[in-house]
């Protein structure tokens, strides 16, 4: 393999692999390619991990020496346990290795946007050790490791959205003011109605199938709550402080993370195991019974909250390596430096006198973004994706089956909450603390 000198790196294409890979030629481009990179190694795990838990892959699975002994039930759930296990010590080991870089003139910082093919020899050596771990009391205490991680990446995809609808809202409202504003504001109109036809449509089906059991208390509790939560902060979203401190702050942010509160507190209903506050959708079409699964009978992940789920996961995975957000507050969740602004001029910067883009180096002062956090999110949507491809069951004492468990309810719940508070405080911050320069 050819590597690239350091005289020839600032002259080297951005795109040619051996500079890529050698680590030597950090620009605005391999900023974002290495986010890319690195969330693609997180997906392509999870591709793995849903072909694992596919109907027929067992027979295959059970092939592993001392992998799987009289457990038909769960082998591909415990497949998925190794490999999301695998991802999330790659992706932990790189946020330790990455704190506090602070520029690409730390050595660190090659390591980060270069050497792929080593990167992902390690993470395959890691897979095939994870596969060889004894049972013991593994899966049992990386379930709760599950049940931590996830809570924290469920408010972590909520802050994203919450970036997200704000560079959305932004966007369009300056569309509007250079071209047809009344086309650009029909559209916001239209989906931020959307947006909240769609999560009152999803109370009023809550409250119809998921609060009909003499012991649905909870469910109750947690409609209403969410619902008066979701009203208190669209009010505050309009305000007019609030309004005069963030004029594009607005309901369709507060529309869009009503919806994603509401899908939440679904997703949080559908793990309670009492069957009669928890009726599968194939039961309410069929209008039968929702039947509890035996412990020798095969549970299935791809139900529609789980598929739901990892469309969120990609979307949310997808835009935390391509964003590049101006919402202060949000940046300081997200441990995003502020100087994101460099990477246009810089990229612009880049073209030679022969029309060809080179490498430009945008780091040299300051990263774009948090490495260490950057990996420390990868690692916790790895937990993530492994609690819900297994539907967050717990597996029993003797690993002959998966049951759903009140803990996975109680965290999601709670995640909604603290993601609804976080959301709060990028409305009122500006307002409270008027002393400091949100801009």
């Given at each position: 393999?050819?590597?690239?000198?350091?005289?020839?790196?600032?002259?080297?294409?951005?795109?040619?692999?051996?500079?890529?890979?050698?680590?030597?030629c950090?620009?605005?481009?391999?900023?974002?390619?290495?986010?890319?990179?690195?969330?693609?190694?997180?997906?392509?795990?999870?591709?793995?991990?849903?072909?694992?838990?596919?109907?027929?892959m067992?027979?295959?699975?059970?092939?592993?020496?001392?992998?799987?002994?009289?457990?038909?039930?769960?082998?591909?759930?415990?497949?998925?346990?190794?490999?999301?296990?695998?991802?999330?010590?790659?992706?932990?080991?790189?946020?330790?290795?990455?704190?506090?870089?602070?520029?690409?003139?730390?050595?660190?910082?090659?390591?980060?946007?270069?050497?792929?093919?080593?990167?992902?020899?390690?993470?395959?050596?890691?897979?095939?050790?994870?596969?060889?771990?004894?049972?013991?009391?593994?899966?049992?205490?990386?379930?709760?490791?599950?049940?931590?991680?996830?809570?924290?990446?469920?408010?972590?995809?909520?802050?994203?959205?919450?970036?997200?609808?704000?560079?959305?809202?932004?966007?369009?409202?300056?569309?509007?003011?250079?071209?047809?504003?009344?086309?650009?504001?029909?559209?916001?109109?239209?989906?931020?109605?959307?947006?909240?036809?769609?999560?009152?449509?999803?109370?009023?089906?809550?409250?119809?199938?998921?609060?009909?059991?003499?012991?649905?208390?909870?469910?109750?509790?947690?409609?209403?709550?969410?619902?008066?939560?979701?009203?208190?902060?669209s009010?505050?979203?309009?305000?007019?402080?609030?309004?005069?401190?963030?004029?594009?702050?607005?309901?369709?942010q507060?529309?869009?993370?009503?919806?994603?509160?509401?899908?939440?507190?679904?997703s949080?209903?559908?793990?309670?195991?009492?069957?009669?506050?928890?009726?599968?959708?194939?039961?309410?079409?069929?209008?039968?019974?929702?039947?509890?699964?035996?412990?020798?009978?095969?549970?299935?992940?791809w139900?529609?909250?789980?598929?739901?789920?990892?469309?969120?996961?990609?979307?949310?995975?997808?835009?935390?390596?391509?964003?590049s957000?101006?919402?202060?507050?949000?940046?300081?969740?997200?441990?995003?430096?502020?100087?994101?602004?460099?990477?246009?001029?810089?990229?612009?910067?880049?073209?030679?006198?022969?029309?060809?883009?080179?490498?430009?180096?945008?780091?040299?002062?300051?990263?774009?973004?948090?490495?260490?956090?950057?990996?420390?999110?990868?690692?916790?949507?790895?937990?993530?994706?492994?609690?819900?491809?297994?539907?967050?069951?717990?597996?029993?004492?003797?690993?002959?089956?998966?049951?759903?468990?009140?803990?996975a309810?109680?965290?999601?719940?709670?995640?909604?909450?603290?993601?609804?508070?976080?959301?709060?405080?990028?409305?009122v911050?500006?307002?409270?603390?008027?002393?400091?320069?949100?801009?």
């Amino acid at each position: 393999m050819a590597l690239c000198s350091i005289a020839s790196c600032a002259s080297c294409l951005c795109g040619s692999a051996p500079c890529l890979l050698s680590g030597c030629c950090p620009s605005t481009y391999n900023s974002t390619v290495s986010r890319l990179a690195f969330s693609f190694l997180l997906l392509l795990g999870s591709l793995v991990s849903v072909i694992m838990i596919l109907p027929g892959m067992e027979a295959q699975l059970k092939k592993i020496p001392g992998f799987c002994v009289n457990c038909d039930v769960i082998v591909g759930y415990k497949s998925v346990y190794r490999m999301c296990f695998a991802m999330a010590c790659f992706f932990f080991l790189f946020s330790i290795i990455m704190i506090r870089v602070r520029s690409s003139k730390d050595p660190r910082a090659s390591l980060q946007n270069g050497f792929w093919f080593f990167k992902f020899l390690i993470l395959v050596g890691i897979t095939v050790g994870a596969f060889f771990i004894p049972d013991g009391t593994f899966n049992t205490v990386w379930f709760y490791f599950g049940v931590v991680g996830s809570f924290i990446f469920i408010i972590i995809q909520l802050i994203l959205l919450v970036d997200f609808s704000h560079t959305w809202n932004q966007s369009w409202l300056e569309n509007a003011e250079e071209g047809n504003s009344k086309c650009w504001f029909a559209a916001l109109l239209s989906f931020t109605v959307l947006h909240y036809a769609l999560a009152f449509s999803a109370v009023v089906l809550f409250y119809i199938y998921y609060t009909t059991g003499d012991d649905c208390t909870e469910h109750k509790i947690f409609i209403s709550l969410n619902l008066i939560f979701c009203i208190i902060i669209s009010i505050v979203a309009i305000l007019p402080k609030v309004q005069e401190a963030q004029p594009s702050s607005g309901l369709l942010q507060a529309s869009l993370i009503s919806l994603y509160t509401m899908y939440v507190t679904w997703s949080a209903m559908t793990n309670n195991p009492n069957r009669k506050c928890n009726p599968s959708l194939l039961s309410l079409v069929n209008n039968t019974p929702s039947p509890t699964p035996s412990p020798g009978q095969e549970v299935q992940w791809w139900d529609a909250q789980g598929i739901i789920g990892l469309v969120i996961f990609f979307f949310c995975t997808l835009y935390a390596s391509i964003r590049s957000s101006n919402n202060t507050q949000v940046n300081r969740l997200m441990q995003t430096e502020e100087n994101q602004g460099l990477a246009a001029d810089d990229h612009e910067a880049a073209m030679g006198e022969d029309g060809v883009r080179r490498a430009v180096d945008n780091e040299e002062d300051a990263v774009t973004y948090s490495y260490s956090f950057f990996h420390f999110s990868l690692c916790l949507a790895s937990l993530y994706i492994m609690m819900t491809l297994t539907n967050w069951y717990q597996p029993d004492a003797d690993y002959q089956a998966m049951q759903s468990s009140m803990p996975a309810v109680w965290v999601k719940i709670s995640s909604s909450w603290i993601g609804l508070a976080l959301y709060l405080w990028t409305l009122v911050a500006p307002v409270i603390l008027s002393n400091r320069d949100f801009n």
